[in-house]
């Protein structure tokens, strides 16, 4: 069992940043690939970003390469992700997940653990 917590949403104008935290606890948080997901108002739940166990591979959906870093401390037991030039699109509930094993990084039932989400609100 891995519990999943998120922290850092907030309001941001646009073009702003946030980084976001999502702190695990339980089992061995290096046994776990890692994904940011979100879910804006009125949409499905879309992924953003991942990052496997080592943290050598990671991957991003297409509107967020070049403004969002995904990233790992196992030490710590923490997954991060830093969204700098923030657009009012990227307003959403973000999401962290845990998979013990993934075939697919964007596929949300192959994640066995989610936290309880952090409301990101970018303003124009």
């Known amino acids: 069992q891995v519990q999943l917590v998120e922290s850092g949403g907030g309001l941001v104008q646009a073009g702003g940043s946030l980084r976001l935290s999502c702190v695990a606890s339980?089992?061995?948080?290096?046994?776990?690939?890692m994904g940011w997901f979100r879910q804006a108002p009125g949409k499905e739940r879309e992924f953003v970003a991942g990052i496997s166990r080592s943290g050598g591979s990671i991957y991003y959906a297409d509107p967020v390469k070049g403004r969002f870093t995904i990233s790992r401390d196992n030490a710590k037991g923490t997954v991060y992700l830093q969204m700098n030039s923030l657009k009012p699109e990227d307003t959403a509930v973000y999401y962290c997940?845990?998979?013990?094993?993934?075939?697919?990084?964007?596929?949300?039932?192959?994640?066995?653990?989610w936290g309880q989400g952090t409301q990101v609100t970018v303003s124009s």
């Open positions: 997940a845990a998979a013990l094993r993934l075939r697919t990084v964007v596929a949300e039932p192959e994640y066995n653990y």
């Open positions: 339980g089992r061995t948080f290096s046994s776990y690939r």
